[in-house]
């Protein structure tokens, strides 16, 4: 195991093996400092219970963690199997550990039982989080034999370990415990027989509140689906779910009809995302008919679904009996540019706050209609629509001020002129809670555009700025970087500046990383022109 551990140059070379601590009867001496500052209960008797705390401050300050009795986070620390054994000795010394998080260490797939073998030491966890770690059906196994041991759990995340589908999950049927309120099992290569078991699992969890499979797109695609209808006539019996994500499961028209019926039983359902299925396109009115028993729903994902006018026509009749109803997600679906209106028509508008209309193929006339919705909203986002170009002061003059959260307008063909209007706004302190401005991929802006945005000031609340061209493009910068970087103390929520394919001199970008170097923001230029910067101005890295 010591040849295939991956090296990271923030360890300390100490040794990590199970015998660490039998040669040593006390704590190092820059353990203290660990166990005081780090430990939020107070510090046990002396004797074992110290040694033993003394040990897990020793073990996660070699990951670069800081000890905590209740939770214990190792998530993308490069774990291996020698450290699973250590870990799970260690376990005796957290008697009230909660939340147990190891995802994203690669490492320790297909060795899961040598830390899962000792959870009967920490009964009382409510969290387990073991995503991206190649767990393979060894390990869902083991899982399943030590769930009984932790009979309070309430999270469970499995989330993106390919080896849970394809028959593993059969392991975990009937030995999770009824207070689990979370399962996740998002990229899992679940197939049409895993949505059986998915089904008789979900039937014996009267708590569970959030279901997430997404990324699955196997789910109901084989045999004809009649595990996937197993599954959805499972979710019958699942009367206190809040949360369904299927996003990208390979849903269909007949998927449709099985989950619309199950939906009558579902009365707490507040979030559905049935979002990227395009082959469920042309089968919406199956699913639509049935969400008038859905009254609490209060978004409703169905971005990158290939979704018709028919369809279409079908969700905005019923519409009005969502009244409940503040974010619906219609992205990425050509034909919404032709149905804004009745649409825009149909929503309880004083209680909207998103409805991403991007790559929707609007018209004027849809442009206008949406301008009805956007004084309610909280995001706004109309990118890749060119009609916005030379109209943006339509949609700006309807915002309300001290609103708008988040604004995308990446590939408007915006003009000089738009920007001159958004700087005005800015100026009128209308953006004043802005946190997202996404003004990218618009190449036809000219210089003294980008200026007034930034002279204008007013966005004190922003945290996230891109102003990149597209891939194909290139400019010059130097004209307008002296008002952004004049402009970045009256900007201090600002923590990424997105400057891609601009392209400015040495000592420009120099003066724009001194200006920047005392706070945490990250400046994102393409990479080989950062290093040309840094390597004229002698850094080894790029500053952030």
């Known amino acids: 195991m010591s040849q295939i551990r991956k090296k990271r140059s923030d360890r300390k070379p100490l040794g990590r093996f199970l015998s660490w601590t039998s040669e040593r009867t006390g704590i190092p001496e820059d353990e203290p400092d660990c166990r005081e500052e780090n430990r939020p209960s107070p510090a046990p008797a002396e004797g074992e219970g ?25 998530s993308h620390c490069d774990l291996t199997a020698t450290d699973l054994l250590e870990l799970a000795s260690l376990l005796q010394s957290l008697p009230q550990l909660e939340e147990v998080d190891v995802s994203w260490n690669d490492l320790i797939g297909g060795s899961l039982a040598a830390i899962t073998s000792h959870f009967q030491l920490v009964g009382g966890v409510r969290t387990l989080r073991l995503c991206g770690c190649r767990l393979d059906g060894e390990d869902a196994a083991a899982l399943g034999e030590a769930l009984a041991c932790i009979p309070l759990l309430e999270i469970l995340d499995l989330s993106w370990n390919g080896g849970v589908g394809g028959g593993a999950l059969q392991n975990l049927l009937g030995k999770l415990q009824p207070p689990l309120r979370e399962l996740h099992l998002v990229a899992c290569q679940l197939t049409d027989a895993d949505s059986s078991a998915l089904g008789g699992m979900v039937a014996t969890l009267p708590r569970l ?8 797109p196997q789910l109901s695609e084989d045999s004809n689906g009649v595990g996937f209808s197993h599954f959805a006539a499972a979710l019958s019996k699942a009367t206190p779910l809040t949360t369904l994500r299927l996003q990208a499961c390979g849903l269909t028209a007949d998927s449709l009809a099985a989950l619309g019926a199950s939906l009558c039983s579902l009365p707490s359902l507040r979030e559905l995302d049935l979002s990227c299925n395009k082959h469920l396109s042309g089968g919406l009115s199956h699913l639509t008919f049935h969400l008038a028993h859905v ?9 990158l679904c290939a979704l018709t006018r028919a369809d279409l026509e079908a969700l905005i009749q019923a519409l009005p009996t969502l009244t409940a109803l503040t974010q619906l997600d219609l992205s990425s679906n050509m034909e919404v540019g032709g ?6 028509s149909s929503l309880p508008l004083t209680q909207m706050r998103r409805l991403p209309l991007n790559s929707c193929s609007l018209s004027q006339e849809s442009f206008t209609a949406l301008t009805l919705a956007v004084p309610h909203l909280r995001s706004v986002d ?3 629509c060119k009609v916005v170009g030379g109209r943006l002061a339509l949609l700006l003059d309807a915002l309300q001020p001290s609103v708008i959260v988040e604004l995308r307008l990446s590939s408007c063909r915006l003009s000089a002129d738009d920007l001159h209007h958004l700087a005005a706004v800015c100026r009128r302190g209308s953006l004043s809670s802005l946190r997202v401005l996404d003004l990218s991929y618009n190449d036809s802006v000219a210089d003294d555009g980008w200026s007034a945005v930034f002279a204008a000031g007013g966005l004190a609340s922003l945290e996230d700025l891109d102003l990149s061209l597209r891939p194909s493009a290139s400019a010059s910068c130097s004209t307008w970087l002296p008002a952004l970087i004049h402009a970045l103390p009256q900007m201090p929520a600002l923590t990424r500046l997105a400057l891609q394919r601009w392209t400015a001199t040495s000592q420009e970008r120099q003066r724009l990383s001194h200006g920047t170097k005392t706070r945490a923001l990250l400046v994102d230029w393409d990479s080989n022109a950062t290093d040309s910067m840094f390597q004229s101005s002698g850094h080894d890295t790029p500053e952030e």
Do not use: I, Y
């Open 382 to 384: 109309v990118s890749w």
């Open 209 to 216: 509140c959030v279901l997430d499979v997404s990324c699955n």
């Open 295 to 303: 009254a609490h729903l209060e978004s409703l994902d169905l971005h």
């Open 50 to 74: 110290d040694v033993g705390w003394g040990r897990v401050c020793a073990f996660l300050q070699k990951l670069g963690r800081k000890a905590d009795s209740r939770s214990l986070s190792l």
């Open 339 to 344: 149905v804004v209106h009745p649409l825009v």
